[in-house]
């Protein structure tokens, strides 16, 4: 009997890149005054988790372009923790994992060569994640089985795996929590999302 586990794989991957290329597409057309409207509302669902869960520890990352929460995400979390809280965001490794490092406010963060800003301080190595009770993920979509789509790179899914008892949450713009995504056995999934319109919803 003919092997098609090859083929298999070329066609998931190839779907997933149909429907990144959809979704930023979408995003991309999303009038500024909606984006700012869409980062509010996503904003206010987060204050009320975070209030709800009291994380001593939540990990995020900086938005880019039209990505849900808006570049002042960091400083809006800041506020949410109790005064003792810590955030943890992102900084891209060469091999494309990540590790992680305090913000410490807007002048803490770099601009780099990708188009992200991350921060400068010190930096606590991959496995910092393991601390955190709540991670905020990027997402282009995420299913009701708690799939997630992200662009590809692969490296959500490989700090996601260090994730033992985290509440994984992804921020998605409205239209974009879909009934069922192209999925890969590597690929981890979230447990809830926040949308504009939906706020918190739980998946999976």
Known sequence: MPDFSDRDDFAVKAGKSAVRGRLLAARRALPEESRRAAAARVR???GDLIAAERPAVAAAYVPVGAEPGGAGLPDALTRMLH??????LPVLLPDLDLDWAEYAGPASLTPTGRGLREPSGRRRGPDALTDAE???VPALAVDHRGVRLGRGGGSYDRALARCASAL????LHDDELVAELPWEPHDRRVQAVITP???LVRVG
Do not use: D, Q
């Open 44 to 46: 206010l669902a987060l």
């Open 83 to 88: 005064p003792h809280g810590r955030l943890l």
């Open 134 to 136: 709540l991670v905020i």
């Open 168 to 171: 994984v949450v992804a921020l």
């Open 197 to 199: 319109a939906g706020g």
